[in-house]
């Protein structure tokens, strides 16, 4: 942008100066930043990714063991028991803790337990 055009920015004149980010936006893109809910249902071992937000787990045929990534500061993870059976373990990475253990297990159905990231940790909110 050259001096011109920037000064423009500031004296409340017309100013068609834009840029595009090098990569373009899909879908998934757009929907994170509207700040849409994946809601992903499970049924076996799973390790959650950035694209996750809502794990309806069904323990029917047996337990399910539900990994959380490394500790990101801020993000969030929310775990439901969908279904009747067996129960829920929530590991995290190593070397991370969840609740200050090596693993939480929940085995009533409807139990829904958020968990956000803090430094080396996964918390229960």
């Not at 998934?28 to 787990?57: F, H």
Request: aromatic share 10%.
């Amino acid at each position: 942008m050259n001096d011109q055009r920037e000064s423009q920015l500031y004296g409340n004149a017309e100013n068609f100066e834009h840029y595009h980010t090098s990569e373009p936006f899909n879908q998934s893109n757009v929907a994170e930043l509207q700040g849409a809910t994946t809601v992903n249902p499970v049924t076996g071992d799973y390790t959650l990714t950035s694209r996750d937000d809502i794990i309806l787990v069904d323990t029917s045929s047996g337990p399910v063991v539900i990994t959380l990534p490394e500790a990101a500061q801020g993000r969030e993870y929310e775990v439901v028991k969908a279904a009747e059976g067996s129960y829920v373990s929530v590991v995290p990475t190593n070397p991370d803790s969840v609740l200050w253990n090596e693993e939480v297990r929940f085995y009533n159905r409807g139990t829904a337990i958020r968990f956000k990231a803090t430094t080396g940790n996964w918390i229960a909110i």
